[in-house]
Nanobody
Framework: QVQLVESGGGLVQAGGSLRLSCAAS????????MGWFRQAPGKEREFVAA????????YFADSVKGRFTISRDNAKITVYLQMNSLKPADTAVYYC??????????????????WGQGTQVTVSS
């Protein structure tokens, strides 16, 4: 079973940047697509970004396109979420996820089998 540990969250002013990391526990990580989701207080968990197992395909929610990038280093069994031009609306707990989502399900939480514990991102205005 793959274990995922997120890091890099924190408090940042609007317009600032953060880079989240998600480290996996084993090398089978490279077989999985990876996703980032977030959940704000009182809201449902929502898709942020995803990357294919090879890193060749990436996907973003409309709300973060042009501001966030996702990448992975399979040698380091780590996936990254670079967040630029942060807004207060980006405040949430961010979760990474691993799995083999079927076509059309990469933006859905149910498409991923393994989850990290989350890291808090707070953007002040």
């Amino acid at each position: 079973q793959v274990q995922l540990v997120e890091s890099g969250g924190g408090l940042v002013q609007a317009g600032g940047s953060l880079r989240l990391s998600c480290a996996a526990s084993e090398r089978t990580f490279s077989n999985y697509a990876m996703g980032w989701f977030r959940q704000a207080p009182g809201k449902e968990r929502e898709f942020v970004a995803a990357i294919s197992w090879s890193g060749g395909r990436v996907y973003f929610a409309d709300s973060v396109k042009g501001r966030f990038t996702i990448s992975r280093d399979n040698a380091k069994i780590t996936v990254y979420l670079q967040m630029n031009s942060l807004k207060p609306a980006d405040t949430a707990v961010y979760y990474c996820a691993a799995g083999s989502p079927p076509p059309g399900s990469r933006t859905r939480a149910g498409g991923y089998a393994y989850w990290g514990q989350g890291t808090q991102v707070t953007v002040s205005s």
